[in-house]
Antibody, heavy 119, light 109 residues
Framework: QMQLQESGPGLVKPSETLSLTCTVS??????????WSWIRQHPGKGLEWMGY???????HYNPSLKSRVTISVDTSKNQFSLKLSSVTAADTAVYYC???????????WGQGTMVTVSS | EIVLTQSPATLSLSPGERATLSCRAS??????LAWYQQKPGQAPRLLIY???NRATGIPARFSGSGSGTDFTLTISSLEPEDFAVYYC???????????FGQGTKLEIK
């Protein structure tokens, strides 16, 4: 069964770039039909979809973040990554990677990683 | 952007009771409507997809219904482990993207 695992720094300084990686196990990231997404949750708040990289390589981002976010796939490492530039304290959140297998729903999630933006 | 509004914000019930959670979309959406359960410190877990299909391993007491703009998650008889926060979510084909409702907290009365 496919599993996802986030990794990356738990503390990022304001104005810097947040970088996280999601490692896919139990399946191939280059197999067809998956949307590889990042979703975040501010402390005590709801869920916010940030963007996806489709297995074909196309990407789409939340318009509220579009200018700052990049999601890329590394098929050689079976990973996909998130980069969020020019972070502020408002980007402090738990970041989840998740996959959607064209059912319109995220059926596989990582356990989440807390990222704090602070000097 | 399609906005999903969940109600109520908080629902207080006892084990054994029936829970009915609502999700209303700001415009008619496709059947790409999903429901998730989230417990403290955990990632969300998919319960329902395509409005009414239970995900793998989800107990039969969970059911989803609805179409157009109004959707419902029903838990027929609450178990102690069902008390959590529930989110609905939709997928748009154009522009591509996803939105979540703000959540309903199901708490023990």
């Amino acid at each position: 069964q496919m599993q996802l695992q986030e990794s990356g720094p738990g503390l990022v300084k304001p104005s810097e770039t947040l970088s996280l990686t999601c490692t896919v196990s139990g399946g191939s990231i280059s197999s067809g039909g998956y949307y590889w997404s990042w979703i975040r949750q501010h402390p005590g708040k709801g869920l916010e979809w940030m963007g996806y990289n489709y297995y074909s390589g196309s990407t789409h981002y939340n318009p509220s973040l579009k200018s700052r976010v990049t999601i890329s796939v590394d098929t050689s490492k079976n990973q996909f990554s998130l980069k969020l530039s020019s972070v502020t304290a408002a980007d402090t959140a738990v970041y989840y990677c998740a996959s959607e297998g064209d059912r319109g729903a995220f059926d596989i999630w990582g356990q989440g990683t807390m990222v704090t933006v602070s000097s | 952007e399609i906005v999903l509004t969940q109600s109520p914000a908080t629902l207080s019930l006892s084990p054994g009771e029936r829970a009915t959670l609502s999700c209303r979309a700001s415009q008619s959406i496709s059947s790409y409507l999903a429901w998730y359960q989230q417990k403290p410190g955990q990632a969300p877990r998919l319960l329902i997809y395509d409005a009414s299909n239970r995900a793998t391993g989800i107990p039969a007491r969970f059911s989803g219904s609805g179409s157009g703009t109004d959707f419902t998650l029903t838990i027929s008889s609450l178990e102690p482990e069902d008390f959590a926060v529930y989110y609905c979510q939709q997928r748009s084909n154009w522009p591509p993207g996803y939105t979540f409702g703000q959540g309903t907290k199901l708490e023990i009365k």
